[in-house]
């Protein structure tokens, strides 16, 4: 869990927390490691009719079918590239799959420093990492802005 506040070379955590980093419409984003179940390449997706185009598909799951959603699409900016990566969310978190952009890397907690507040949407708190900003989300916030999105 990151700290309440504060800004500068604080550590992301003061308990061991690892990162997994991935693309998402240019910019650098993660999620904490300890939210994501599975990194999944190169899998089938089935298509689901009568549903918006962001949560259009549904993985295989370990016998678990588990929707995927095309975060890009969902945020407004575009949709994943050709490389693109699916990170399943342990299922304490959501039954839910994210399309994100290629070059996942896991980060140790000692190479990512807390930066700032995130912007209360999907962004948690923004954090550097090797010298980037990089974008922790929410995923509680994705649940939320699926949800909403599902309902309008």
């Given at each position: 869990?990151?700290?309440?506040?504060?800004?500068?070379?604080?550590?992301?955590s003061?308990?061991?927390?690892?990162?997994?980093?991935?693309?998402l419409?240019?910019?650098?984003?993660a999620?904490?490691?300890?939210?994501?179940?599975?990194?999944?390449?190169?899998?089938?997706?089935?298509?689901?009719?009568?549903?918006?185009?962001?949560?259009?598909?549904?993985?295989?799951?370990?016998?678990?079918?588990?929707?995927?959603?095309?975060?890009?699409?969902?945020?407004?900016?575009?949709?994943?590239?050709?490389?693109?990566?699916?990170?399943?969310?342990?299922?304490?978190?959501?039954?839910?799959?994210?399309?994100?952009?290629?070059?996942?890397?896991?980060?140790?907690?000692?190479?990512?420093t807390?930066?700032?507040e995130?912007?209360?949407?999907?962004?948690?708190?923004?954090?550097?990492?090797?010298?980037?900003?990089?974008?922790?989300?929410?995923?509680?916030?994705?649940?939320?802005?699926?949800?909403?999105?599902?309902?309008?």
């Amino acid at each position: 869990m990151l700290p309440a506040g504060g800004r500068g070379a604080h550590a992301v955590s003061e308990q061991p927390c690892r990162l997994i980093t991935f693309s998402l419409a240019g910019k650098r984003h993660a999620l904490r490691l300890a939210q994501t179940a599975e990194v999944l390449e190169d899998v089938p997706t089935f298509p689901v009719p009568r549903t918006p185009s962001f949560l259009g598909e549904v993985i295989n799951c370990h016998g678990r079918i588990v929707p995927v959603l095309e975060l890009a699409a969902l945020m407004g900016c575009g949709s994943a590239t050709d490389d693109a990566m699916i990170l399943v969310l342990d299922q304490h978190v959501a039954d839910l799959a994210l399309r994100v952009g290629g070059a996942v890397a896991i980060v140790p907690p000692e190479a990512a420093t807390d930066e700032m507040e995130g912007d209360g949407a999907l962004v948690e708190r923004y954090v550097t990492v090797a010298g980037e900003r990089v974008a922790l989300l929410s995923p509680g916030r994705i649940v939320e802005l699926l949800e909403t999105a599902l309902r309008d």
